[in-house]
């Protein structure tokens, strides 16, 4: 397998522009998770999805974060309109059950909005 | 307070030492998570461990429940460990992870 896939690698856009990052889990896992991490902040939990139903969004900062998976090989995270305070790492991961078990991770997005 | 907690934040160590990270958290958990964070960026699970100890070539993780404590072992230590380590737990209640701000240890041959 592949692993956790992650596109784009890096993004860099200007204030106000929609942002989409693509995440493609491990063939088979049925937990995916969104991650951001910041120098300030380390890495923080934005939302997790069971069997492409989302399950907790409580760390999404604001409506401007939405994620969606629509099937079992595919998710989005999108940010519009983006702010400079958004600028972080993006990590995706899968896991076979739940936080309980080993988490796998893409190799994240770095994004940068100016 | 922080849920959990790490030190130290930096770490040096002359190739061959023997390294110990320490991990304290303050909430009751299913699991606590070992993660590794090279300079690249990619973070990789080291260990995952809800009782005793692990062992994986030069590192070794234990846990004491009882003490809400974990540790990381890294025997004859190399440059090519140098990276961020990570501890994160899973939270009893949740099906989430609440990780620790990481510890940068810096191997020099």
């Keep these: 397998d592949a692993g956790v896939i992650q596109s784009p690698r890096h993004e860099v856009t200007e204030m106000g522009q929609e942002v989409t990052l693509r995440c493609k889990p491990i063939s088979g896992h049925d937990y995916l998770f969104w991650y951001r991490q910041t120098m300030m902040r380390g890495l923080e939990l934005l939302i997790y999805f069971n069997n492409n139903v989302p399950i907790d969004d409580s760390g999404m900062p604001e409506d401007r974060f939405s994620a969606k998976m629509p099937n079992a090989s595919f998710s989005t995270l999108k940010i519009q309109p983006s702010e400079p305070r958004d600028s972080a790492v993006y990590f995706c991961a899968s896991s076979l059950i739940d936080s309980r078990n080993e988490q796998f991770f893409g190799p994240g997005t770095r994004l940068t909005v100016l | ?109």
């Design chain 2, 1 to 109: 307070k922080n849920e959990v907690e790490q030190s130290p934040q930096n770490l040096t160590a002359q190739e061959g030492e023997f390294i110990t990270i320490n991990c304290s958290y303050s909430v009751g958990i299913s699991a606590l998570h070992w993660l590794q964070q090279h300079p690249g960026g990619g973070i990789v699970s080291l260990f995952m461990l809800s009782s005793g100890k692990k062992k994986h070539g030069r590192l070794i993780a234990t846990i004491n429940i009882q003490e809400k404590h974990s540790s990381l072992h890294i025997t004859a230590s190399h440059p090519r460990d140098s990276a961020v380590y990570i501890c994160a737990v899973s939270r009893l209640d949740t099906d989430k992870l609440i990780f620790g701000t990481g510890t940068r240890l810096q191997v020099f041959p």
